[in-house]
C-alpha cells in the first residue's frame, strides 16, 4: 500500500477510534465519584457535629482506624482478587502478627520508654519486621498445606481455613498463654497534641502516615513494577499469563506471603490501637476487614482504601452522634454500597 492510501486509510479509521476512546464527562463522573466519597461524608459529619474541633478530633480518629483496617484487608482482597481464595483464616494472621510484635515491643521495653522519638520509632520497627516477616512465612507454609489441595472448591475453603484459624488461636494459647496481654505505646507515642482546639492522639496520626505510605506505596507495585503487571493480569486472565511462560504458582505464592505479612503488620498495629492483645483479636477485626473488601470490590486496592475510610469514618461520626446507630453503620453502609454498585466500588472485571 502506497503511503497516500496509508494516510487515506488512517484518516477513515482515527476518528471512529477516537470516538470510541474518548470517555464522556457522565464516565468520568461515574468514575470520580466513589472518590469523592469520603470527603462528603466527612462534609455531613463537619455540618451534623457542628464543632469544629470535635469534629477533627474524629475525623483523626476515624482515619486512623480505617487505615489500620485497609492494611489488613489489603491483603485479603488481593489474595481473593488474584488466587480465588476465600481465606475465612486471615484474622489468624491478624493475631499472630500482633503477638510476634507485641513481643519484640516487650523485649525492648527500654527502648519503648526511652523519651527519644528515633528510639521508639526503631523499636516499633523492629517489631513491625518480625511480625511481617513471621507471617510471611506462616503464610508460605498455610499455603502450601491448608489453601492450595482446595483451589477452586469455596466451600472447602471456608472450612479448612476457619479451621486453620482456631487451630492457630490454640496454638497462641500454647506459646503466650490464654490471658490478654496488654501494652503500653512507645513514650513518645503516648498522649494527644492540640492543633486548632482539637486533641489528636499521637499514635492515630502515625497510624494515618503508615496507612496512606502503604497506600501509595502498593498503587505504585501494582501500576507501575512489572511484578505489579503481572499481578494485574494474573487477576484479570491467570492462563493467559501462564502461556505467556510466567510461573503463575509462584506469584500466587508471593501474594499470599504478602497479604499475610500485610496482615500481621496490621495486627501489630491494632494491638497498639486497643493497647491490648488477645489469641481472638484476629477474629473479631475481620467481620470490618469482609466488609471492607465487599465494599471497595473484590481484588480492588483503591476500592479497600476507600471503603476502609468510610466505614472509620462512619463508626466514629456514628459513635458520637447515635450510638446505637454506630452499632449498625457498617452494615447499612455495605447494604447501601451494594445496592448502588452490586460488585462494589471499583470492581476488577475478569477477562472470559
Not at 468514575?31 to 466527612?42: E, N, R, Y
Not at 486453620?164 to 488461636?169: E, Y
Request: aromatic share 10%; net charge neutral; charged share 10%.
Amino acid at each position: 500500500m502506497s503511503d497516500q492510501a496509508q494516510l487515506k486509510a488512517a484518516e477513515t479509521v482515527m476518528p471512529e477510534r477516537a470516538i470510541i476512546e474518548a470517555p464522556s464527562f457522565q464516565d468520568q463522573l461515574i468514575k470520580l465519584t466513589p472518590w469523592l466519597l469520603v470527603p462528603i461524608i466527612a462534609f455531613v459529619g463537619f455540618l451534623a457535629i457542628s464543632s469544629g474541633p470535635t469534629w477533627a478530633t474524629l475525623t483523626i480518629a476515624g482515619l486512623a482506624m480505617g487505615l489500620m483496617i485497609f492494611i489488613m484487608a489489603s491483603g485479603l482482597t488481593l489474595v481473593f482478587g488474584l488466587m480465588d481464595v476465600i481465606n475465612f483464616g486471615h484474622g489468624a494472621f491478624v493475631s499472630l502478627g500482633a503477638f510476634l510484635g507485641v513481643t519484640i515491643l516487650l523485649m525492648l521495653a527500654g527502648w519503648t520508654s526511652n523519651p527519644s522519638f528515633f528510639i521508639n520509632m526503631l523499636a516499633l520497627f523492629l517489631a513491625i519486621s518480625v511480625a511481617m516477616g513471621g507471617t510471611a512465612i506462616f503464610g508460605w507454609a498455610f499455603e502450601r498445606y491448608i489453601v492450595m489441595p482446595v483451589y477452586g472448591a469455596h466451600l472447602k475453603q471456608i472450612l479448612v481455613t476457619m479451621g486453620g484459624l482456631i487451630i492457630v488461636q490454640q496454638l497462641i494459647h500454647v506459646f503466650w498463654g490464654p490471658d490478654e496481654i496488654f501494652i503500653a505505646r512507645p513514650e513518645s507515642l503516648k498522649g494527644s497534641i492540640e492543633l486548632f482546639g482539637a486533641s489528636i492522639e499521637r499514635y492515630r496520626l502515625v497510624a494515618v502516615g503508615i496507612g496512606v505510605a502503604l497506600f501509595a506505596l502498593m498503587r505504585w507495585v501494582l501500576n507501575g513494577t512489572k511484578i505489579g503487571l503481572l499481578v494485574r493480569a494474573g487477576v484479570e486472565n491467570g492462563e493467559m499469563v501462564e502461556a505467556l511462560g510466567y510461573n503463575i504458582r509462584r506469584l500466587f505464592v508471593l501474594v499470599f506471603m504478602a497479604g499475610s505479612a500485610l496482615a500481621g503488620l496490621g495486627g501489630v498495629m491494632w494491638g497498639l490501637y486497643q493497647e491490648v492483645i488477645t489469641a481472638h483479636m484476629g477474629n473479631e477485626i475481620m467481620i470490618l476487614v469482609f466488609i471492607v473488601v465487599i465494599i471497595g470490590g473484590l481484588g480492588s486496592i483503591e476500592g479497600c482504601f476507600i471503603g476502609a475510610l468510610l466505614v472509620g469514618l462512619l463508626a466514629n461520626y456514628g459513635a458520637y452522634l447515635a450510638p446505637k446507630f454506630a452499632l449498625v453503620s457498617n452494615i447499612g453502609l455495605m447494604v447501601a454500597i451494594l445496592m448502588w454498585r452490586p460488585q462494589g466500588l471499583f470492581p476488577v472485571v475478569k477477562a472470559k
